[in-house]
């Protein structure tokens, strides 16, 4: 089945800086790339998804690289804020939305 | 998008009891999934749940352990049976929506077992 590691577990950054994620996968039928953020005691909410058929996508500060044949994706935070403090989870899924495996998680606190 | 609606929001159970958390969403969906995030840990996959048919479980998660009910398009239960501490867990629902690849989540079900 799926395994999907993470890394770094912990990252801190100083406010403006960026922060870069990055998730590894090794199941090559999985097509489907989803970032969530969890902030503390709350759900997980999608904040970035990638398909396999895209190598990039960026949304405002926000933006998501796919190696495909590296089988690794990345999560990439410019000027970041202390509201960007969270633990992000990466996933990946072999069916569009569905039956997700998630990497284990990076807390991420900007300080200030 | 969908609101999903996770109900207890917490309990405190005895353990070598069950626990019956229930999901509902907002708009009718085919496919319904439950998680497990253990303190501090990732989400883990327990089963999918199909309306009309047998949930699908995850290696690890038995159907004894975590019943799970879908009675219709809008509303499904997970069950944890005979608890015990190790069970201590959050539990959340999650829902695909028709054309559109991203999951919501429910807030979580955070279940202590004493």
């Known amino acids: 089945g799926e395994n999907v590691e993470q890394h770094p577990s912990t990252l801190s950054v100083q406010e403006g800086d960026s922060a870069v994620i990055k998730c590894t996968y090794s199941?090559?039928?999985?097509?489907?790339f989803p970032w969530y953020k969890q902030e503390l005691g709350k759900r997980p909410q999608l904040i970035i998804d990638?398909?396999?058929?895209?190598g990039e996508k960026k949304d405002q500060r926000i933006a998501v690289t796919l190696n495909k044949t590296a089988k690794h994706f990345s999560l990439h935070i410019t000027e970041t804020q202390p509201e960007d403090s969270a633990v992000y989870f990466c996933?990946?899924?072999?069916?569009?939305?569905?039956?997700?495996?998630f990497g284990p998680g990076t807390r991420l606190s900007v300080l200030p | 998008s969908a609101v999903i609606s996770q109900k207890p929001s917490r309990d405190i159970c005895q353990r070598g009891t069950s626990l019956t958390i229930q999901c509902q969403v907002d708009?009718?969906?085919?496919?319904m999934f439950w998680y497990r995030q253990q303190p501090g840990q990732s989400l883990t996959l327990i089963a999918t749940?199909?309306?009309?048919?047998?949930?699908?479980?995850e290696s690890g998660f038995v159907i004894d352990k975590f019943p799970i009910s879908r009675p219709n398009l809008t509303f499904s239960t997970l069950t944890v049976s005979n608890m015990s501490p190790e069970d201590s867990s959050i539990y959340l629902c999650?829902?695909?929506?028709?054309?559109?690849?991203?999951?919501?989540f429910g807030q979580g079900t955070r279940l202590t077992v004493v």
């Open positions: 999650s829902v695909e929506t028709g054309g559109t690849t991203e999951a919501f």
């Open positions: 199941d090559s039928a999985s097509n489907y």
């Open positions: 990638i398909r396999s058929n895209v």
């Open positions: 996933a990946a899924s072999p069916n569009y939305g569905q039956n997700f495996v």
């Open positions: 708009s009718q969906v085919t496919m």
């Open positions: 749940a199909n309306q009309g048919s047998e949930a699908t479980y």
